[in-house]
Nanobody, 120 residues
Framework: QVHLVESGGGLVQSGGSLRLSCAAS????????MSWYRQGLGKQRELVAA???????NYADSVKGRFTISRDNAKNTAYLQMNSLKPEDTAVYYC??????????????WGQGTQVTVSS
């Protein structure tokens, strides 16, 4: 199995910053893309940011200019730098990895999530 472990969540006041990390481990050929999703209480899970191995990124409109996704390919790790946090950002943040197995078949894996709470 491929395991994704998120860390860096916590409680922060409005306007503050947090940096999330997601480390992937296990047996696989490579990771094509890594993404961050979030799910607020009573809401559906939504894409926050995504990054390919080559460095192409995209963001949800709600976080553009505030969040930055980055990757360390050598460490199979993705990061999400979150600045100017708002109460609306409160959610469980999940890491997602689009993984190639040894036969180049693709499969998605999810971390268990890390809680981010922004107080007003």
């Amino acid at each position: 199995q491929v395991h994704l472990v998120e860390s860096g969540g916590g409680l922060v006041q409005s306007g503050g910053s947090l940096r999330l990390s997601c480390a992937a481990s296990g047996d696989f050929r490579s990771i094509n893309a890594m993404s961050w999703y979030r799910q607020g209480l009573g809401k559906q899970r939504e894409l926050v940011a995504a990054a390919t191995t080559s460095g192409t990124t995209n963001y949800a409109d709600s976080v553009k200019g505030r969040f930055t996704i980055s990757r360390d390919n050598a460490k199979n790790t993705a990061y999400l730098q979150m600045n100017s946090l708002k109460p609306e950002d409160t959610a469980v943040y999940y890491c997602n990895a689009d993984v190639f197995n040894w036969d180049y078949l693709r499969r998605e894996y999810w971390g268990q999530g890390t809680q981010v709470t922004v107080s007003s």
